[in-house]
C-alpha cells in the first residue's frame, strides 16, 4: 500500500520522498487506525489525510479551522486534478445546495468543511448517504482547551460523530505537541497511544534570536538594509502598531503590505495575495495573518512585540523557511510588551484557573527572552520535558561569544544615581548624570552636584544605557507605566547594594590592542585572561560607598 501511496506522492504532488514522519503516518492510516500526527509547522500535514483519500475509495472529509484555508487547499488539489471542494459560511444557500448534491453524487475525493457544518442534520444526512474511509482533522488543537486556539465547535463534533451510521477512521494533525493537549486529542479522537506519531520539533533551517534593548525601528530598517530582497513578515501585537510601522517603512520607501482584523476583508485579500505573490516584499501584520498561507519563500519573521505564549511564538516564527531553506527569527524584547499581555489576560473573560494558566504561559515566554540555553533547544524542551537540551549553534543565545563579566560595582552607581535623583527620571537622563554629561537640563535640575555624577565617564552614555536596560530585565530596577516611564529600584538592589551579592552581565569586553607581534599580542591574551578570573574569583564586593546608610534602610 505505502508503494501506492509513494506512487501518488509522485503523480500527483510531484515530491520524490516522503517528508519525516509522513510514511509512517500514512501507513498507519492505511492500516485502518485512528491516527494522530504531530509534525512541526511547514512539516507537510495535508499530504498525510491526502494521499490516504486518494488511495481510499469514497470521499474523506477534512475539517479545517479557517475559510481561507479551505479555499486555498481546494484550489491546490484542483490545480493537481484531485476533486475536492469545500462547503463553508462564504458560500451562498444555493452553492452550498449545489455542492452538497454533488458530494452526494460521489464527485469529490475531499471535501474540505468547518466544524460548524456538523451542527446540521441535513449535512450527516449528506455523508451518511455515501461511503466516508476517513475523517481528517486538521489543525486538530482546535479541539482541546489546552490548545492555544480552542473552539467549542470543534469539540462538539465528536458527539455528532456518533449520528454517522458508518466508522469512518479519524486522523488529527497538528503542529502543538504539548503532552496535554496530545492526550486530550487522543481521548477525544479515540485514537491510541501506539498510534501517534511526533516528528523532531526542532526546525533545523532556522535560527531564533532575541534582541534586547535596541531601538526597534532602528533594528528593523538595518536588518532590511542587509536583507533587500527578502519576503518576511513582522508580526505586530496591535493594529495601532501594525499601522504605525507600516506607515514608517512605507514613507521610508519599503516595499510593504499590512495585515490585521481592521481591514475590510476585500484589503486584507489584497494585501496578503501582494505578499504571497512577492509583489510586496514585506507584511506587518497581526496575528490575524498566517494561519493556513502556504508561502515558501518567507526568509525572516520579526516578532515586534512578545507573543502570548510560546505555542503562538513557535507557529508564528514557524512560517519561516517552509521550503527549508535558511530563515531567521526575530524576537525583540521590550519591557513593556509584558504590561500589554497582562492587561490582555486580565481583560479577558476566562476564568480564575485559566487566567493562571495563561499568566504561567506568559511567564515561559518572558523566560525564553533571558534564558541562556540554546533558543531552539528551550522551545523544544517547552514542548516536551523529555527531550535534552541541546545546542543548535545558530541562535542568539549558541552565538554568544561574549563573556559574563562582574558589573556589580557599576550597578551599585546605577542605584544610587538613580535613587540620588529621586527615583523620579527616565533611563536617558540617569545614563547621562553618569556619564557626567553637559546638558543644561542636568544643570538646571542640579544633578552635576551629585556625588554620583560622572562615576562612569570612562564608559560611552551607550554602554551606560545597556547596562542599565540589563538591570531593567533583570528586575533589579523596573519601569513604571506612562508616557514618561521612571526608573525605580526593587528590593532585588539591596543585597548588591551592600555588597551581599554579585551582578553578572554577559559583555563585549574584549578590548582592541593593537600589535604587530603575535608572540606579544599571545601574550597580552593570556595576562588579560588571569586578570578577569581573579575579578571573578574575588568573593568579596565592597558595599558601595556613596550609598549613605540612611538611603539603605529607607528602602
Ligand atoms: P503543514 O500543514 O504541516 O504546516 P503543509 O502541508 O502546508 O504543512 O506543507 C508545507 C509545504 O511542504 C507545502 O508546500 C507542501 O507542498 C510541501 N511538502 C509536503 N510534503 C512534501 C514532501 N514529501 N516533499 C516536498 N515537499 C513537501
Ligand atoms: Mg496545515
Ligand atoms: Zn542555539
Known amino acids: 500500500m505505502l508503494n501506492e501511496a509513494r506512487n501518488m506522492l509522485q503523480q500527483y504532488f510531484g515530491y520524490p520522498n516522503f517528508r519525516n514522519g509522513q510514511a509512517d503516518i500514512i501507513q498507519n492510516i492505511l492500516n485502518q487506525k485512528n491516527t494522530l500526527g504531530i509534525l512541526p509547522t511547514g512539516g507537510g500535514k495535508s499530504i498525510c489525510f491526502q494521499i490516504p483519500a486518494l488511495v481510499f475509495q469514497g470521499t474523506t472529509i477534512v475539517i479545517s479551522p479557517l475559510i481561507s484555508l479551505m479555499k486555498d487547499q481546494v484550489d491546490a488539489l484542483l ?49 451518511n ?48 505537541a504539548t503532552p496535554n493537549v496530545a492526550d486530550d486529542i487522543r481521548s477525544l479522537l479515540h485514537i491510541h497511544s501506539d498510534d501517534s506519531f511526533k516528528t523532531g520539533f526542532a526546525r533545523e ?79 506587518i501584520a497581526t496575528n490575524a495573518f498566517g494561519m493556513g498561507i502556504d508561502k515558501h519563500n518567507v526568509r525572516f519573521i520579526i516578532h515586534y512585540n512578545l507573543p502570548k505564549n510560546l505555542e503562538a511564538y513557535y507557529q508564528e516564527a514557524g512560517r519561516a523557511g517552509r521550503d527549508g531553506e535558511e530563515s531567521a527569527c526575530y524576537l525583540l524584547f521590550s519591557k513593556q510588551d509584558i504590561q500589554l499581555q497582562k492587561f490582555l489576560i486580565e481583560q479577558s473573560t476566562l476564568d480564575m484557573e485559566k487566567r493562571d494558566q495563561e499568566y504561567h504561559k506568559l511567564n515561559q515566554m518572558v523566560l525564553y527572552c533571558h534564558t541562556e540555553e540554546c533558543l531552539q533547544s528551550y522551545i523544544i524542551r517547552y514542548f516536551d520535558q523529555n527531550e535534552t537540551e541541546m545546542k543548535c549553534e545558530k541562535c542568539s543565545n549558541c552565538k554568544d561569544t561574549r563573556e559574563k563579566v562582574d558589573i556589580t560595582l557599576e550597578a551599585q552607581m546605577i542605584f544610587s544615581c538613580c535613587k540620588r535623583m529621586e527615583e523620579r527620571f527616565g533611563v536617558t537622563l540617569i545614563a547621562q548624570v553618569l556619564k557626567g554629561s553637559a546638558q543644561k537640563r542636568i544643570r538646571e535640575l542640579g544633578f552635576n552636584q551629585l556625588t554620583t555624577y560622572g562615576l562612569l565617564r570612562s564608559q560611552t552614555e551607550k554602554e551606560i544605557t545597556d547596562t542599565i536596560n540589563y538591570l531593567l530585565t533583570e528586575d533589579y530596577l523596573f519601569l513604571t507605566d506612562g508616557k514618561y516611564p521612571v526608573v525605580r529600584l526593587t528590593e532585588k538592589c539591596i543585597p548588591v547594594l551592600k555588597g551581599e551579592q554579585r551582578v553578572w552581565m554577559k559583555k563585549d569586553v574584549t578590548p582592541i590592542i593593537e600589535t604587530t607581534d603575535s608572540n606579544e599580542s599571545e601574550e597580552l591574551f593570556e595576562i588579560l585572561r588571569a586578570l578577569r578570573k581573579q575579578i571573578a574569583t574575588n568573593e568579596k564586593v565592597p558595599p558601595f560607598v556613596i550609598f549613605a546608610d540612611t538611603t539603605l534602610k529607607e528602602m
Request: glycine content about 4%; some cysteine.
Open 79 to 127: 490545480s493537481s486534478d484531485i476533486p475536492a471542494t469545500y462547503v463553508n459560511s462564504s458560500l451562498s444557500q444555493r452553492e452550498i445546495n449545489d455542492r452538497l448534491t454533488q458530494i452526494r453524487q460521489g464527485e469529490y475525493k475531499l471535501v474540505y468543511v468547518a466544524p460548524e457544518r456538523f451542527d446540521s442534520d441535513y449535512f450527516i444526512d449528506v455523508l
Open 129 to 176: 448517504s455515501i461511503h466516508i474511509p476517513l475523517i481528517a482533522f486538521d489543525e486538530a488543537h482546535c479541539i482541546s482547551q489546552w490548545g492555544h486556539d480552542f473552539r467549542p465547535s470543534y469539540r462538539s463534533i465528536v458527539s455528532s460523530l456518533n449520528k454517522l451510521h458508518q466508522n469512518p477512521i479519524i486522523v488529527a494533525l497538528t503542529a502543538t
Open 205 to 283: 533551517n532556522l535560527s531564533f534570536h532575541v534582541i534586547k534593548g535596541s531601538n526597534k525601528r532602528d533594528f528593523i530598517v538595518n536588518y532590511l538594509k542587509n536583507h533587500t530582497n527578502e519576503s518576511g513578515i513582522v508580526y505586530t501585537s496591535s493594529r495601532k502598531e501594525t499601522d504605525g510601522l507600516y506607515n514608517y517603512l512605507k514613507m521610508q520607501g519599503y516595499s510593504v503590505s499590512k495585515y490585521h482584523a481592521g481591514l475590510s476583508e476585500e484589503e486584507r485579500k489584497l494585501s496578503q495575495e501582494q505578499f504571497v505573490y512577492d509583489e510586496t516584499q514585506i507584511m
